[in-house]
């Protein structure tokens, strides 16, 4: 049964950190995209980051870019978004998400297949 599970979410002040982490099991790791997306209660769900396993490029929402890092480790089955000087307005309930591909990510949440159950993050002022 293929799973994803997230973890690493809490509560942090305004100018924090935190390490989301998201657990992959059930399937092989290879030819998938792997993504980050976040929602607010009453938004639609957004795109945050992504990967692919056999493309070495990556996406960024414009309001993360070059605060937050997407990486992964395919022999561990597991991907990292590093979440650097957060802000209030990143307060959500963070999800990881796959589909597979062979080419790379994209940021519709739509193409995704698989989801974890989600892990929430609060950033204070």
């Known amino acids: 049964e293929v799973q994803l599970v997230e973890s690493g979410g809490g509560l942090v002040q305004a100018g924090g950190s935190l390490r989301l982490s998201c657990a992959a099991s059930g399937f092989t790791f290879d030819d998938y995209a792997i993504g980050w997306f976040r929602q607010v209660p009453g938004r639609e769900r957004e795109g945050v980051s992504c990967l692919s396993s056999k493309d070495p490029r990556t996406w960024y929402r414009d309001s993360v870019k070059g605060r937050f890092t997407i990486s992964s480790d395919n022999a561990k089955k597991m991907v990292y978004l590093q979440m650097n000087s957060l802000k209030p307005e990143d307060t959500a309930v963070y999800y990881c998400?796959?589909?597979?591909?062979?080419?790379?990510?994209?940021?519709?949440?739509?193409?995704?297949?698989?989801w974890g159950q989600g892990t929430q993050v609060t950033v204070s002022s």
């Open positions: 998400a796959a589909y597979q591909t062979q080419f790379d990510c994209y940021y519709s949440p739509y193409e995704y297949k698989y």
